[in-house]
């Protein structure tokens, strides 16, 4: 008997099958629905909350600026007691420094020299630049039209006692510890940082820095998924590589649902004879094997382990990796306590021509030099050196496109998706 290829599909000329498949919005959509935080809280100083995310509003406990006070260095007055006229005003003895209060009442008709910072005296609610006035004999004069409250800050202006300082989900920034340490707060309550396992799965996978023998691969996206989740401000629990065989998966996720509040693997989530990741979410009962109009990423089987959700994303690295930052990144996020994040990409003109067929997102490796997006010059799904020589993705719409160069087209800087 001859063995013979399969004959052609009857379908093999329809369009992409992607238009019955859910589209991506659809599938955050559903993500965005059915998760919810599952951290705990805990209170921090200051000195440890940068990047972590808050879990209470912070309450601003004193008004930034605390008192009013100068913006500048010059001389303060009371404008209500300037008369017509170019201003002549006797300086009172002593000065306002930014730290040193003035205690004394500044009368009126009487200007004090103050520096930029030092809370305006009693008796002073207006403040002239050094600049603009002429000084001699405890006397400065300058010109008339100044405007009342000049070059001061007003109590409280920028955030008072009691306002939100930050609101709950926030992820602590360098600026917002500024602010929270502006307003006199010290100790804050944060979310349990979010612990994320990390599973390789196949048998072809060896370690990197061992010996691959022909047919072996070292384990890219390990140390791909470890460091983003890093970058995302969780904790990696890396539960290394597990073989393409059921009961060994099963121990592994079992280790993983003790140590980690969600589960990303990669590999095994088709539904072929060695997809075991998918097989045994099946098993267990709580498997969806999503099959997503998305281009680069094969179904992504999401399930949930003894209660812990489980991410099964595509073996190939370029396909992980997309589908980590669409679609385990926003999760991660609502699981985190930060809350659903849309990353934040902007139009750029295209570098590039392109004919995308509809019914599916697209998303391209790309970078922006000199204000136009150039894409990797291949779009092989195997081309790991694309995903580290691109700076971020281009995203195309599910419908069909003729991108031309100069045509608008969406760049999301991989750091939006942090
Ligand atoms: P799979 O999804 O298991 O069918 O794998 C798809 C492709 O990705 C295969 O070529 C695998 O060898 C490759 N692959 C799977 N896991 C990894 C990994 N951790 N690092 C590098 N390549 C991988
Ligand atoms: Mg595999």
């Not at 599938?27 to 965005?32: I, N, Q, T």
């Not at 997102?361 to 779009?379: D, H, N, P, Q, T």
């Amino acid at each position: 008997m001859t063995l013979r290829p399969p004959p052609l599909r009857d379908d093999c000329f329809a369009l992409p099958a992607g238009v019955d498949w859910t589209p991506v919005d659809q599938a955050l959509a559903m993500l965005r629905d059915r998760l919810h935080p599952v951290v705990g809280q805990e209170t921090c100083n200051l000195d440890q909350a940068l990047g972590r995310i808050v879990a209470a509003p912070v309450v601003a406990e004193r008004p930034n600026p605390p008192q009013a006070n100068t913006a500048v260095d010059g001389y303060g007055f009371a404008h209500g007691s300037l008369g017509a006229g170019d201003p002549v005003l006797p300086l009172v003895k002593g000065r306002a420094a930014a730290g040193l209060a003035y205690e004394a009442e500044v009368p009126a008709g009487h200007a004090i020299r103050i520096l930029t910072g030092a809370a305006l005296p009693k008796g002073v609610d207006t403040v002239v630049l050094q600049e603009d006035v002429t000084a001699a004999d405890s006397q400065i004069a300058f010109r008339a039209g100044i405007r009342p409250g000049a070059n001061t800050r007003k109590a409280g202006e920028d955030i008072g006692a009691g306002d939100v300082a930050l609101p709950a989900g926030r992820v602590v920034t360098p600026a917002d510890l500024a602010l929270m340490a502006a307003v006199g707060v010290s100790r804050i309550s944060v979310h349990h940082r979010l612990r994320v396992a990390v599973i390789s799965t196949g048998d072809e996978l060896v370690e990197p820095g061992t010996k691959a023998a022909a047919g072996q691969v070292f384990d890219a996206n390990r140390p791909m998924l470890t460091g983003l989740v890093e970058t995302f401000g969780y904790d990696p629990v890396d539960l290394g590589i597990v073989r393409d065989d059921r009961q060994a998966l099963r121990q592994a996720f079992d280790a993983a649902s003790e140590r980690s509040d969600v589960i990303l693997t990669s590999g095994g989530a088709s539904s072929g004879d060695e997809d075991h990741v998918s097989a045994l979410l099946n098993e267990a009962g709580a498997m969806a094997e999503w099959r997503i109009a998305l281009k680069p990423g094969r179904p992504l089987a999401l399930g949930m382990w003894r209660g812990k959700p489980v991410f099964g994303l595509p073996g190939n690295p370029v396909a992980a990796l997309v589908c980590t930052l669409i679609f385990a990144r926003p999760a991660m996020g609502v699981l985190s306590g930060a809350g659903w994040c849309e990353p934040q990409g902007f139009e750029v003109p295209a570098g590039f021509e392109k004919n995308k067929k509809p019914g599916r997102r697209e998303y391209l490796r790309a970078r922006i030099r000199g204000g136009r997006a150039e894409l990797f010059k291949s779009e092989g799904s195997g081309r790991i050196s694309g995903l580290s020589w691109a700076e971020g993705l281009i995203e195309l719409g599910d419908a069909g496109q003729e991108i031309r160069p100069g045509d608008p087209v969406t760049f999301i800087p991989y750091g939006s998706f942090t």
